[in-house]
């Protein structure tokens, strides 16, 4: 059984940084894909970045110059860092994997709040 944990959300000033992580357990023989998603409350999950197998990433033009995502896949896992943090940016983020044979599998979500 796999299973994403997300952590480092929480309540931030605007301007400010946070860094999420997700970290992937179970057996897992390799990661493709691993995304960050964002649903803000009324409104579609979104894809805010995402990082291939072999570090290619591509990052929605809403948190592009801002956010930047990274992988560790010794340790399974893959980071958001966030800078210059605005309140549009407030949102549940979800980690998403893509493993192989295994196939997708989502987090439960870390909220993210920017607000003064």
């Known amino acids: 059984q796999v299973q994403l944990v997300e952590s480092g959300g929480g309540l931030v000033q605007p301007g400010g940084s946070l860094r999420l992580s997700c970290a992937a357990s179970?057996?897992?023989?390799?990661?493709?894909?691993m995304r960050w998603y964002r649903q803000a409350p009324d409104k579609e999950r979104e894809l805010i970045a995402g990082?291939?197998?072999?570090?290619?990433?591509n990052y929605a033009d809403s948190v592009k110059g801002r956010f930047s995502i990274s992988r560790d896949n010794a340790k399974k896992m893959v980071y958001l860092q966030m800078n210059s943090l605005k309140p549009e940016d407030t949102a549940k983020y979800y980690c998403?994997?893509?493993?192989?044979?295994?196939?997708?599998?989502w987090g439960q979500g870390t909220q993210v709040t920017v607000s003064s």
């Open positions: 998403y994997m893509w493993f192989s044979v295994l196939g997708a599998y």
């Open positions: 990082i291939t197998s072999a570090g290619t990433t």
């Open positions: 179970g057996t897992i023989y390799s990661i493709n894909a």
